[in-house]
């Protein structure tokens, strides 16, 4: 699976974006598909995931109630609406893909990782 993220950019607090990720490559539906953010000096942290079918969503909690993920199997495109963005958010999101249980734990093997796009958030 081959993946790209797009949308990034730059906002100020209290603003929204809308992160795409395409796919291509192995079946769709057979990969869970996650966003992650990673800013210099750390490691990637898990920002949500979905489900192969888009039935079952997970999400960590500093952006529960405040980012959305999706995805358009016909379209083979994953998506993370993010609204009210905080500085805290700023940072580069990547997407990845993986099987089995939707719900991700550290320790999780990621299968696929696309580039990243910069998320930028002013106060």
């Known amino acids: 699976v081959q993946l790209q993220a797009s949308g990034g950019g730059a906002v100020q607090a209290g603003g929204s974006l809308r992160l795409s990720c395409e796919a291509s490559?192995?079946?769709?539906?057979?990969?869970?598909m996650g966003w992650f953010r990673q800013t210099p000096g750390t490691g990637r942290d898990f920002v949500a995931s979905?489900?192969?079918?888009?039935?079952?969503?997970y999400y960590a909690e500093s952006v529960k109630g405040r980012f959305t993920i999706s995805r358009d199997n016909t379209k083979r495109m994953v998506y993370l609406q993010m609204n009210n963005l905080k500085p805290e958010d700023a940072a580069n999101y990547l997407c990845?893909?993986?099987?089995?249980?939707?719900?991700?734990?550290?320790?999780?093997?990621?299968?696929?990782w696309g580039l990243g796009t910069q998320v930028t958030v002013s106060s």
């Open positions: 490559g192995r079946p769709f539906t057979n990969y869970n």
């Open positions: 979905i489900s192969g079918s888009g039935s079952t969503t």
């Open positions: 990845g893909a993986f099987r089995g249980d939707a719900y991700y734990y550290i320790g999780v093997r990621i299968d696929y």
